[in-house]
DNA sequence: TCTGGGGTCCTAGGACCC
DNA sequence: TCTGGGGTCCTAGGACCC
């Protein structure tokens, strides 16, 4: 989907059609506009000059999304809101409404999904698409069926989409990137040399930032210099299965089918404050941020259906570095009170001299909360290995 | 006043079991 | 007295993706 969040609050803020607009700010600006506004009004109507801009916000963050206008200034996801606000001081600001960004994506998938049932989700905004025995799939190399996608998705949600058809989801990836937004790209294997040699590195799906870096180091730049360089060459200086897949990927070579189905393999919440905490000085705040974050997840398994016997900690500390503990207990649970507990048996075993930034907690080793397995009684607990507490107990 | 939140997968060492 | 492998599970960290 092109610039997904943003063209979702564009539907609802019609008037910013054209103003540069990122996602990722607080709640508080946009709820005012909302209440200043003219009797009988609707959303439509807030004028363009009540919403909030970059320049006059203050706190933590970065952009989830940037409308293309918002692009031209050079901001883009995950770049903090403060550089932003340097780049594009008058991008307009809007929270972050991620139920519905949810509604809309189900839309989307489901229209895909009357047409082309074999559908992967890759997340909010991106599937891959099987066309192979899709009646049509094969005309024009799939671009009648990439076409006629486009519309019925634009026709029942208002939005719009890239897509790339190629004879495997790595190329296709890629090819969805070329003609943005709104476009539509088919490239075929003889296309190789011509439209993805030519390509930087970092654009193939699993080569990210220290990949690249190290790539450069050897004087790789594109996809094109990694498939001149011999197979074993590659194993050598990146390991057994990065050098040998790497190899596969300069040659275009993917042969991961689409998958339709998976289990979620954990559930976490994490949250970062509004400013650093500390383990002793606000301890109480603490508690009461790490008591919700059990809450919610407890209440996401539930929901869903699922419980999990591994429960685990993330702290950010104010230099950002991270450090994670788990602890695998010896029955499945979505008990809030028992996440708690034992993810503050996790919190015993890190350091808390620096101040916080972050705190989470994780539930993995999932199971369908109907399953035998989970159903089972409390296996025989492992010996636990060497675990030592690091702090007395803050928890 | 840099740097979110929710995920997956991989690696590597140690414990433990056969 | 010296010395096996194979396999699984657990834990911590890190790369990467949307």
Redesign the pocket.
């Known amino acids: 989907m092109d610039a997904f969040y943003g063209s979702v609050e564009l539907l609802r803020y019609p008037q910013l059609k054209g103003e540069p607009v990122v996602i990722?700010g607080g709640r508080r600006r946009v709820d005012e506009a909302i209440r200043d506004l003219p009797e009988g009004g609707t959303l439509a109507d807030i004028p363009v000059d009540a919403f909030p801009r970059l320049k006059d916000y203050?706190?933590?963050?970065?952009i989830?999304t940037a409308t293309y206008p918002a692009r031209q200034f050079g901001v883009g996801?995950?770049m903090?809101?403060?550089?932003a606000a340097k780049l594009c001081p008058q991008a307009i600001i809007l929270p972050v409404d991620f139920d519905e960004y949810r509604r809309y994506s189900r839309a989307f998938k489901q229209v895909i999904l009357e047409v082309a049932p074999l559908m992967e989700d890759?997340?909010?905004?991106?599937v891959y698409i099987d066309f192979t025995h899709v009646p049509g799939g094969q005309r024009d190399g799939g671009r009648s069926l990439a076409r006629l996608l486009q519309k019925a998705i634009l026709d029942a949600t208002g939005l719009t989409c890239s897509i790339g058809v190629a004879p495997n989801k790595l190329i296709a990836?890629m090819a969805s990137e070329f003609e943005k937004p709104n476009g539509i790209s088919v490239v075929y294997e003889h296309d190789l040399q011509s439209r993805i040699w030519p390509l930087p590195c970092?654009k193939?799906?699993?080569?990210?930032?220290?990949?690249?870096e190290k790539l450069k180091r050897f004087g790789i730049e594109t996809v094109g210099q990694l498939a001149a360089h011999e197979r074993d060459w590659l194993i050598a200086n990146f390991?057994?299965?990065?050098g040998a897949w790497m190899h596969e990927v300069a040659w275009g070579r993917d042969d991961r089918p689409v998958v339709t189905e998976?289990?979620?393999?954990?559930?976490?919440?994490?949250?970062?404050f509004e400013r650093d905490l500390h383990a002793v000085r606000d301890r109480a705040e603490l508690g009461a941020i790490f008591t919700q974050l059990c809450e919610?997840v407890a209440e996401?398994l539930r929901r869903k259906g699922y419980v999990g016997?591994?429960i685990?900690i993330k702290l950010?500390y104010d230099?950002?570095?991270?450090?994670?503990?788990?602890?695998?207990i010896d029955r499945f649970t979505a008990d809030a009170k028992t996440i708690r507990q034992t993810g503050g048996q996790?919190l015993k075993?890190?350091p808390l001299e620096r101040p916080l930034?972050?705190l989470?907690v994780?539930v993995?080793?999932l199971a369908k909360a109907d399953s035998p397995e989970a159903l089972a009684p409390a296996?025989a607990p492992?010996?636990?290995?060497?675990?030592q507490a690091t702090t007395a107990s803050l928890f």
């Open positions: 990722g203050t706190g933590r963050g970065v989830t996801s995950a903090g809101l403060m550089k890759r997340g909010v905004d991106e990836k970092r193939v799906n699993g080569i990210g930032p220290k990949a690249d390991g057994k299965a990065t998976s289990e979620p393999v954990s559930m976490s919440r994490e949250t970062t919610k996401d016997k591994t685990g950010r230099d950002f570095r991270i450090a994670t503990r788990d602890q695998t996790c075993r890190v930034r972050l989470g994780r993995g080793a296996g492992r010996a636990a290995s060497q675990v």
